[in-house]
Nanobody
């Protein structure tokens, strides 16, 4: 069974940076597309970034130029580097993977103070 475990969340001031990690287990990581989503209090979960098994990336307009998604197939891990953070980036960040089926992690809290 695929499992995803996020880490790296925390509290940071506006303008700061955080790096999130998503550790994958239970299947062959390299064939899965990996994504990051977020959910702020009182709002729906929204797309942040995605990287295909081949390394093609896609970003939400709100994070383009500030966030970078990457993956290390040797470490079965996906990453989200977040720079120039804004208070509106505050949310629980969820890791997602897809290949025929879709799986989710439990999330990690990111709080950006103004």
């Amino acid at each position: 069974q695929v499992q995803l475990v996020e880490s790296g969340g925390g509290l940071v001031q506006a303008g700061g940076s955080l790096s999130l990690s998503c550790a994958f287990s239970g299947s062959t990581f390299s064939i899965y597309g990996m994504g990051w989503y977020r959910q702020a209090p009182g709002k729906q979960r929204e797309f942040v970034a995605f990287i295909t098994s081949g390394g093609t990336t896609n970003y939400a307009d709100s994070v383009k130029g500030r966030f970078t998604i990457s993956r290390n197939n040797a470490k079965n891990t996906a990453y989200l580097q977040m720079n120039s953070l804004k208070p509106e980036d505050t949310a629980v960040y969820y890791c997602n993977c897809r290949h025929l089926r879709e799986y989710w992690g439990l999330g990690t809290q990111v709080t950006v103070s103004s």
